[in-house]
């Protein structure tokens, strides 16, 4: 009995010692094959089984990321699901950064002369890169503070535009002639910007318009009501109304002001108005002047003139 306990022990032990140093040895040797650069301390092993492991940690970064952004974004709407995959795009890279170097560490690599070799890359590209920085945290801030939707209207350097798409560094908008504007992010943090629609989506637009001297301004007020309060687009209420800006070196000045719901569309509205105006004021005999000026001449002493007679020549 104690022989055959002793034959089984003996197999076992042959058997574990196949797994362990020829199995496990030659997957062992499998997995440190690869690049070695250096000696001692700051050599580097760059092995089949360093790959494996990034590639391994590289997937279970990527599934835990997808999770918490699930976790996150499952009771946001449309428009704050958009900008939050924005932000989390950022995040996921530095998470991805962190995993390599984290993993590197555990692999048994020095990051340490890696992160000091690449620390004057680091400076060199910061200050390359310094407006991609400034456009990247603007987007964070335009993300985060809700200060631009997709639908406002704003206005930049003079341009009008819609914005339809809001990203990590930049915004883009389309102009009223359909042109799409792609505006830095940075700007809507260290510009002025007009964002039209901001708190809600109407708007106050005006047109102006000059008299000649001696109109009826009562009749002219009427007529300006008139075309607005007939004018498609523009709200019943707020009512529209006139004001007498003031008395212009050629024309008596006149704005007819009107609230609309459509801000990007209102050259159209305006245009139709001017149109509406112009007929009205023919059919009322009230004249939109042009600029004028009187030149007057002083003189102490009477203008002479004096010609000159060229002699004649002998062939003349």
Do not use: C
């Not at 990321?65 to 890279?93: A, H, N, Q, V």
């Not at 510009?191 to 109407?202: E, R, S």
């Not at 001297?213 to 498609?232: R, W």
Request: proline share 3%; aromatic share 10%.
């Amino acid at each position: 009995m104690v022989k055959i306990l002793t034959m089984d022990q003996e197999e076992a032990n042959k058997v574990e010692e196949i797994i362990k140093e020829d199995i496990w040895g030659s997957i062992k040797e499998f997995l440190d094959y690869g690049l070695h650069i250096g000696q001692g301390n700051h050599r580097i092993d760059v092995t089949i089984g360093t790959l494996l492991l990034l590639v391994v940690a590289f997937l279970l970064t990527g599934f835990i990321l997808k999770w918490l952004r699930g976790l996150f974004t499952r009771r946001m709407d449309d428009e704050d699901k958009l900008k939050f995959i924005s932000i989390f795009k950022f995040i996921k890279y530095v998470v991805y950064v962190t995993v390599i170097l984290i993993t590197m560490s555990a692999a048994g690599i020095d990051i340490t002369l890696l992160i000091t070799a690449s620390a004057a890359l680091f400076v060199g590209l910061g200050l390359a890169l310094q407006e991609l920085f400034q456009d990247v945290i603007g987007g964070i801030f335009i993300i985060l503070d809700k200060s631009v939707h997709v639908g406002d209207i704003v206005e930049v350097d003079g341009k009008v535009g819609k914005v339809f798409e809001i990203k990590l560094r930049t915004t883009r908008a389309i102009t009223r002639d359909d042109k799409v504007i792609i505006i830095p992010n940075h700007k809507f943090i260290s510009d002025i910007i007009f964002n039209y629609t901001q708190n809600h989506k109407t708007t106050r637009e005006k047109v102006h318009v000059g008299v000649a001297y001696g109109s009826d301004v009562n009749l002219v007020t009427e007529i300006l009501e008139n075309v607005a309060h007939d004018q498609k687009g523009i709200l019943k209420n707020p009512k529209p109304f006139v004001l007498f800006e003031e008395f212009g070196d050629s024309a008596l000045m006149f704005s007819i002001n009107f609230f609309t719901n459509d801000s990007f569309g209102d050259p159209r509205i305006k245009s139709a108005m001017r149109y509406q105006i112009d007929a009205q004021f023919r059919a009322n005999n009230i004249t939109i002047p042009f600029p004028q000026r009187d030149v007057h001449l002083y003189q102490d002493a009477p203008i002479t003139y004096r010609q000159e007679v060229k002699p004649k020549g002998k062939n003349d």
